[in-house]
Structure formats: structure tokens, C-alpha cells
């Protein structure tokens, strides 16, 4: 049997402006990423799904404050020798870009990710998915999967759109549901 494990992972954990100061509901940061990760699990265990290695969902704190969760996690994987094949991060999934759905797609995050992963990801996406891919690039560790990169995991970061068409509203208090498409999400839970 595999012993080397797959993990979907999100974090859960929302913050207003760079601060951490007032509201912020946190509907698309990372709201999406985590109700995305909940809809892969329900999905696959409605279908009676039995994984060939183990399979594992993270749900992070703390990655607003630094990757702080991720990192403790990391970091006791490696000191116990867990193998890890793939890690793939769910953060933000649901915002459609500024142009709407007429004009989705994903955006593979091509820094501090793993590139064969990435190019599997791409597969994936023109496989399953009704939206292209374009390459996208945060420019600095922006989310938990640099925390597998760095460890030397492979990991991967299907963005919901090009980094630089994110969502405004995210660390403030208009991050709401109102501003997210689920039809959007929909292609991020069909590829994870």
C-alpha cells in the first residue's frame, strides 16, 4: 500500500487589513477555500470513495499571521518523516474576478509551488474544468502551501483568478457573500 499522503488544505482564519484591526467576515479569505475543501470531503465520501494512500483534509489557523499553522504542522512532519506526494491549497475559491464569470479562470500560482505538480494541476484543469488556466505568481509565500514548498514538498495553489485580478474586499468588511459566485467554486471543487 501507498504510505505517501495527499492532503487538500485551507485555511481558516480571517483578518481586517494588514493590522488586524475590525471587521472581517472572511467570506472569500479564506471562507471559500475551507467550504471548498468541506465539499471535496462530502463529495467523495457520498460516492463511497476508498483512497489507494492516505488522504488527508487540513484546516490551518494563523496563516493571516505568518503560515503560523501550517509551518507547526510542517514542522512535525518532517521531524516524524511523514511522507507527503502532494499538497494542494485551497485559498479563496469563489471570486469570480472584477469582469464576472463570462471571464473565469484559474489562476495557477507558478511561485513556491512545486512546477510538476503545477503542470498536472493544468491537466487536470483541461480536463474537468470549463474554465482555462492562466499563470499567475503571488511574488512572496502568500499562502500554506509555501510552507510545504519550503519543507521540500511538492505542493500546488490553484488561485481563483489572476493574483493580480483579486478580490478587493478581502481583510475588510465588505469580504461578504454577496461579492462570490458558487458556479465560480464549483470548477475548483470538480479539479480538487
Not at 6 to 13: A, E, N, R, T
Not at 102 to 120: C, H, K, Q
Not at 141 to 147: E, L, M, V
Not at 162 to 173: G, L, Q, R, T, V
Amino acid at each position: 500500500a501507498n504510505t505517501d499522503r495527499v492532503i487538500l488544505g485551507s485555511h481558516i482564519d480571517s483578518i481586517a487589513g494588514f493590522r488586524g484591526t475590525g471587521r472581517s467576515p472572511g467570506s472569500d479569505d479564506d471562507g471559500s477555500g475551507t467550504v471548498s475543501n468541506l465539499e471535496v470531503f462530502r463529495i467523495l465520501m457520498k460516492t463511497g470513495w476508498i483512497p489507494d494512500r492516505p488522504t488527508e483534509f487540513h484546516f490551518y489557523a494563523a496563516e493571516e499571521a505568518g503560515l503560523l499553522g501550517s509551518k507547526a504542522i510542517v514542522t512535525q512532519y518532517v521531524k516524524d518523516d511523514i511522507p507527503v506526494r502532494s499538497m494542494m491549497q485551497l485559498d479563496m475559491t469563489l471570486y469570480p474576478g472584477k469582469n464576472g464569470n463570462e471571464a473565469s479562470v484559474f489562476g495557477l500560482i507558478t511561485d513556491y509551488v512545486s512546477p510538476d505538480l503545477t503542470e498536472f494541476i493544468r491537466i487536470l484543469v483541461d480536463t474537468y474544468s470549463t474554465f482555462n488556466w492562466v499563470n499567475s505568481k503571488c511574488g512572496y509565500a502568500c499562502s500554506d502551501h509555501a510552507s510545504w514548498t519550503a519543507a521540500g514538498y511538492a505542493s500546488c495553489f490553484p488561485f481563483e483568478t489572476k493574483f493580480d485580478d483579486d478580490n478587493p474586499y478581502i481583510h475588510s468588511s465588505k469580504d461578504t457573500i454577496d461579492k462570490l459566485s458558487f458556479d465560480h467554486g464549483k470548477e475548483f471543487i470538480k479539479v480538487a
